[in-house]
């Protein structure tokens, strides 16, 4: 993926508990993050805690920072097309991010 211009950041062993070794992952930059519907609901939400921490950083079309309601919330340039994930609708409630 890498010779094909994509980003494969590393996410670090100790990320969460569960995380024993550090795990290679793609960059989407902006697209969706799709997730099985196993992944637990605490590591959803340290997910959405983490875009939203990086929401500074996070390119997006149009003329003004993102707000963390652009990240849940359907619109012409971030549609969902699947429901959040119980773990980041929960955290987006929480910071009353979804409308």
Not at 2 to 25: H, K, M, N, S, Y
Not at 49 to 67: C, H, K, M, W, Y
Request: hydrophobic share 35%; net charge negative; with cysteine.
């Amino acid at each position: 993926m890498e010779t094909l211009g994509w980003r494969v950041p590393t996410i670090p062993r100790g990320w969460a508990p569960e995380v024993d070794q550090d795990v290679r992952a793609i960059d989407f930059s902006g697209w969706p993050l799709y997730t099985h519907a196993d992944l637990p609901d605490e590591i959803a939400y340290r997910i959405c805690q983490s875009l939203n921490a990086a929401r500074g950083t996070i390119p997006f079309d149009r003329d003004r920072p993102v707000e963390l309601s652009d990240l849940c919330n359907d619109s012409d340039e971030a549609p969902l097309g699947a429901p959040l994930h119980p773990g980041a609708e929960r955290y987006y409630r929480e910071k009353g991010a979804l409308t």
